[in-house]
């Protein structure tokens, strides 16, 4: 089993998942605004299934041929939202490609270059989609427990970002930038050794027309924007 920050959850199903959590929700609906937005985007009493497979990834089994491989964080994931409302599953009715989701919440650049070097050969995909997600973000791996994490700049509350170097390599914006460019030239490199089409999409370039149910994250609609701009480009 590749290790990443969900493969706890292998074969699971959560209903709940980082910031679409109960306790947020429960706060929210108290708010008569906020009850009245989450009512509108349809997420009053109503439950969302995360049901990871054998990989620890929301999305199918890997028993038949895939034909696109989607790569990101929670905004390909699809944190709160149904698993059929994400952009990849949209790519995938919009074009009949059998398509799976790599997405992991909270996660890094570097864990979507570890994630395409391992199953990119596995699992010959024709398309290799990535839509980027932050770059403040590093992933730390210690094959002794074996665990994967992710930490972001932002988030002190964690131990590991009161280590030195990672203190020092986030204060510094050209160690951020050279670490995208340089998991940007290994996913398309790859992609070119397993002639695999690369698409690639920053994050800024997601659409936030409305939101899930955390009301943070982007909504079905923004995600079907973005399954359209993904189909004008494969097709």
Known sequence: LMIHNYSIHAGKVLHWDTSDSESLYLKNIQEPKLYQELLNLGFINT?????????????????????????????TMGTGIHAKDTWPSQFEFKTGLKTANLGLAGSSNDTTFRLARHYLPLLQPKYAIWV????????????????????????????????????????????????????????????????????????????????????????????????????????
């Open 47 to 75: 439950k969302i299934d995360y049901k990871f497979n054998s990989h620890g990834f929301r999305t199918i089994e890997f028993d038949d041929k895939i034909e696109v491989l989607c790569f990101g964080c929670s905004f």
């Open 132 to 235: 980027q997600t932050d770059m403040h973000r590093i992933e730390l791996l210690d094959d002794s427990i074996p665990i994967s994490l992710n930490i972001l700049a932002g988030d002190t509350s964690n131990p590991c970002a009161k280590d030195y170097f990672i203190k020092t390599w986030f204060s510094c914006d050209t160690n951020q930038q050279l670490q995208l460019q340089k998991n940007t030239l290994g996913f398309e490199m790859l992609c070119r050794s397993e002639n695999i089409i690369p698409i690639i999409i920053s994050r800024n370039a997601v659409p936030h027309i409305d939101y899930a149910r955390d009301l943070m994250h982007p909504g079905r609609l923004s995600y079907k924007k973005l399954a359209e701009t993904m189909v004008d480009i494969c097709i």
